[in-house]
């Protein structure tokens, strides 16, 4: 790891898209080839993060949209093209809301990484970021809503878009702090944590899974009942 901060910091952001990558399995009735090209972009990002790519901001300032446009590209492919959009469309909801637990040890590592000076306080649930609300609360509604069944439906799209504005809000923070030409805020403090390996996998995958399990929920309940 490039940053010298204490082991534990890494490994739990290697468990959470662990995590988030197994509940994705899962949710695709444990298809084992939904994670080839996911793996494939863990891998690449992995190997560029450890080897610095990343964080040679002032020779570099732009290679950021090499971390973000990947995975946000097979999520656009995904959607467009009918026959996967199909295969999407049959992920299991309760799994995809189970993944966004991953949201609140996500918190905690983003929390680790501003009292060692890696992000700014912004980023973390003590400035802007309320996202840990987000992981707080997907045990519970997934639990009444796919255990119980005694959630209405309307509610649970209620609680997808706004945890999707909350991961909105935070990502929109992160760029803006980060010490690319496009920074606005946080020049004294800027995001440069999350551009190191093992935290590289925060931005490139685990976000985009988050995202498109909102996306996919939110297209299964806006569907007619049969």
């Not at 952001?13 to 863990?42: D, H, Q």
């Not at 446009?69 to 309760?94: C, H």
Request: aromatic content about 16%.
């Amino acid at each position: 790891m490039n940053l010298h901060l204490p082991a534990f910091i890494g490994l739990l952001l290697i468990l959470c898209l662990a995590l988030a990558l197994f509940c994705f399995y899962r949710a695709s009735g444990n298809n084992w080839k939904i994670l080839i090209m996911p793996l494939f972009i863990v891998f690449i990002q992995g190997v560029l993060a450890f080897s610095d790519f990343y964080v040679q901001f002032e020779e570099h300032p732009m290679r950021f949209p090499i971390l973000l446009a990947p995975s946000m590209l097979l999520i656009i492919l995904v959607m467009l093209v009918p026959n996967t959009r199909k295969v999407m469309d049959n992920f299991d909801p309760g799994w995809l809301t189970f993944l966004h637990i991953v949201r609140f040890p996500v918190e905690l590592v983003l929390y680790w990484l501003f009292i060692y000076n890696q992000i700014p306080e912004v980023m973390t649930f003590e400035g802007r970021n309320f996202d840990i609300l987000s992981g707080l609360s997907a045990p519970f509604i997934a639990y009444w809503a796919y255990v119980k069944r005694n959630l209405d439906r309307k509610w649970i799209i209620l609680w997808n878009v706004i945890c999707l504005v909350l991961l909105i809000n935070i990502v929109t923070t992160a760029i803006l702090s980060a010490p690319t030409p496009l920074q606005q805020i946080e020049f004294d403090h800027p995001n440069k944590g999350v551009f190191y390996f093992p935290f590289i996998w925060l931005p490139c995958m685990i976000v985009p899974l988050v995202l498109l399990s909102h996306i996919l929920c939110i297209r299964f309940h806006l569907r007619p009942k049969s």
